[in-house]
């Protein structure tokens, strides 16, 4: 399938590093601390204030993603909070869309890493403040996305593969041209899932093989792929 990729990147290049490092998945957890390291010093070089606060925490969020790869819970849990904390920090200063996007972003991967009595507490936050990011910015892929996962990524039986497909496939039309690389990656990967859950591996395999495009050393997918 050929397809011509145009990327919307509106993050500075020095933080863009981190987290291609994270979803190319070619650096172990601590490989990428270094770079998580060098990206965190340079933000506080570089900006101030709301913008600081929320950079901070998309690093604390990718790190923590990194960690959660390897299931290192505790330590991913750990930037998590943290990034709860910075979102947190920025909304008291200015509510943004970004703001309430990383603060439903650490929220939700919180939850994958914290006891079920934490995703019963605080699971209902996710969508509720990426709601809030889409009142800001309907444009929000990220935002949209996450409303949109919980009915692919949820267990059986809340979850709702042809709702979140049609909900993925929706983001890809109303964003095509505007969508970041690490949500275009997610988006396909996403109705890839789905349909690999249900075992339609000839419908997976164009969406796995187009996420390949954005991301081509990403494991998660090619382990996929390679099942299908």
Do not use: H
Not at 139 to 157: D, E, G, L, T, W
Request: hydrophobic share 40%; charged share 25%.
């Amino acid at each position: 399938m050929s397809v011509l990729i145009i990327y919307a990147e509106t993050l500075p290049d020095w933080f863009i590093v981190l987290r291609d490092a994270l979803y190319e998945q070619e650096l172990t957890a601590d490989e990428i601390v270094p770079v998580y390291e060098a990206t965190v010093k340079t933000a506080g070089e570089t900006l101030t204030g709301q913008e600081l606060y929320v950079i901070l925490s998309r690093c604390e969020y990718m790190l923590g993603r990194a960690y959660q790869y390897e299931e290192r819970k505790n330590e991913a849990a750990a930037c998590y909070e943290k990034g709860i904390d910075w979102a947190e920090k920025a909304l008291a200063l200015k509510p943004t869309s970004e703001g309430y996007q990383m603060l439903a972003d650490n929220i939700s991967q919180a939850c994958a890493v914290k006891s079920v009595g934490y995703a019963m507490a605080n699971g209902l936050k996710v969508e509720s403040n990426a709601k809030k990011a889409l009142e800001l910015n309907p444009k929000n892929a990220a935002a949209q996305y996450m409303i949109a996962a919980r009915y692919v990524y949820a267990p059986s039986p809340f979850n709702n593969f042809k709702k979140g497909i049609k909900m993925m496939e929706d983001i890809i039309t109303e964003n095509d041209a505007g969508m970041e690389k690490d949500d275009r990656f997610n988006v396909y990967s996403a109705i890839g899932y789905a349909y690999f859950e249900q075992k339609k591996y000839q419908d997976a395999r164009p969406w796995l093989e187009k996420s390949l495009t954005v991301y081509p050393t990403n494991k998660y997918v090619q382990k996929m792929l390679s099942k299908t």
